[in-house]
């Protein structure tokens, strides 16, 4: 099976068809919206990909400054924000590697993002953390809000950090970075159980589904987290 980064990068076609049975019931949607006001707000945000979340709110800001490592999944974006192409300027860019903007905005957000930069460079973890921040702060303005969002596991009857790095990263975030954490679910509902197997297994690799409950039937759990810090 393909790991993240090969799936990212050489199968956004799966990943852009994967995602349109997640949070069936809109709960990113609702929670967001209640945590920030994006009305008329200049946004920037990381590790973009098919625009998935750039859905949720591009209709009510005024910019997108977009990043992602893979062009390939913004190829996907393109399509899936055809009528918002005007407000978003995409650049290429890692995590680690975001530039200080001359403009300074009013949203920093990510999704699913950040985890993959944490569990990539794990041998240097605190700096890391620190360089993720860095670069989530170092352009807003003053008044400015920072949205983070990460898994808190799949096919799981609680929410829990499914790695030790992913829990040290959120721990830091609440208890030393003073972020806000918000917990909702984000299921998944399937055309059926033999797609959910080999979906679930295609992304998250074999050894989630032979490890993990079985999965026993079209509908599976997942929690994610939500960390939100506003700078004043």
């Known amino acids: 099976m393909p790991s993240f980064n090969e799936i990212y990068k050489s199968h956004a076609d799966f990943y852009n068809d994967f995602i349109q049975y997640h949070d069936i019931e809109q ?12 009305k008329n707000k200049n946004v920037i945000e990381a590790g973009i990909g098919t625009g998935r979340l750039t859905k949720i709110y591009v209709d009510k800001v005024n910019s997108v400054t977009a990043f992602d490592l893979n062009s390939s999944m913004w190829d996907y974006g393109k399509k899936n924000l055809l009528n918002h ?11 680690l590697s975001l530039p200080v ?3 300074k905005h009013d949203i ?14 794990s041998d240097s973890l605190d700096s890391t953390i620190s360089k993720l ?7 807003l303005n003053n008044t400015g809000a920072i949205i983070l969002i990460e898994t808190m596991g799949t096919n799981v009857d609680e929410a829990s950090p499914p790695l030790e790095k992913l829990a040290y990263f959120y721990d830091k975030l609440i ?8 917990i909702i679910e984000m299921n998944y509902n399937f055309p059926n ?37 506003h700078l004043k």
Do not use: C, R
């Open 133 to 139: 921040i860095y670069n989530s702060q170092s352009s």
């Open 101 to 103: 903007l001359d403009k």
């Open 175 to 182: 208890n030393e970075l003073e972020f806000d954490q918000h």
């Open 108 to 121: 920093f957000l990510q999704g699913w993002s950040f985890g993959h930069s944490i569990i990539d460079n």
């Open 193 to 229: 159980k033999k797609i959910a197997k080999e979906m679930l297994g295609f992304f998250f690799g074999e050894d989630f589904v032979n490890n993990t409950k079985p999965i026993t039937s079209n509908f599976v759990p997942e929690f994610a987290g939500i960390w939100v810090k």
């Open 85 to 95: 192409l005007d407000k978003i300027n995409f650049n290429v860019s890692d995590n």
């Open 27 to 38: 709960n990113l949607s609702k929670k967001i919206h209640s945590l920030v006001d994006f």
